[in-house]
């Protein structure tokens, strides 16, 4: 059984660019959550996804978005990037209410 | 609006001792709790869970106390061990939220001294 593997593990991006944190969640779960976590914070939830279709959404831009894919494997988009968006972004996987298996995290610097 | 609250960034424990770590929340909506545990460069690793309709849960070495009157819960490690030297994060949840979102505090490094 392989766990929750996210890449890359480490990003640096420019002002306004974008990217694409990728996320394979755990066999057998279908429910992917994603979360940020800022330098002293605990993790923020972003979004989830349920059989590919968006299940909820924390207070995040609409500059933040997402996809779920047939695989239940799932993808983190952020347009426009700001220096604050400066954080570990942590990916888990679910299966109904049994609880989180989080993913190491890709740790995104933007300057 | 910090809904999860860990007041103590940082704790430490001599080893072979109780470490208590401890959690307010202001939401009585919340009606689930667990707490992570973080070693640095990997995601956060699942500890022990409590309801809201119970006080109380064991697992081994972890037990977690639960106040509904005071939206307090804390867990205990007995008896600390080096290997619990982590980040430890207090999240709660509503089971009746049509989502699996967690809300977390923002974490108490614990560190054994042995």
């Known amino acids: 059984e392989t766990g929750v593997t996210q890449s890359p593990t480490h990003l640096i991006k420019t002002r306004g660019q974008q990217v694409t944190l990728r996320c394979s969640s755990q066999s057998g779960h279908n429910t992917v959550s994603w979360y940020q976590q800022a330098l002293g914070q605990g993790p923020q939830f972003i979004f989830q996804y349920y059989r590919e279709e968006e299940n909820g959404r924390g207070n995040f831009p609409p500059r933040f978005s997402g996809l779920q894919f047939p695989n239940y494997s799932s993808e983190l988009n952020v347009n426009a990037l700001e220096l604050d968006d400066s954080a570990l972004y942590l990916c888990a996987s679910s299966l109904g209410s049994n609880g989180y298996t989080f993913g190491s995290g890709t740790r995104l610097t933007v300057v | 609006d910090q809904q999860v609250k860990q007041n103590s960034p940082s704790l430490s424990v001599q080893e072979g001792r109780i470490s208590i770590l401890n959690c307010d929340y202001t939401?009585?909506?919340?009606?689930?709790f667990l707490w992570y545990k973080k070693y640095p460069a990997e995601g956060p690793t699942f500890l022990i869970s409590i309801s809201s309709i119970k006080d109380k849960n064991e697992d081994g070495r972890f037990t977690v106390f639960l106040n509904k009157s005071a939206k307090h819960l804390s867990l205990h490690i007995v008896p600390s061990q080096p290997g619990d030297s982590a980040v430890y994060f207090c999240a709660a949840g509503r089971s009746g939220a049509g989502n699996e979102k967690l809300t977390f505090g923002t974490g108490t490094r614990l560190t054994i001294i042995p």
């Open positions: 939401n009585s909506m919340f009606d689930y």
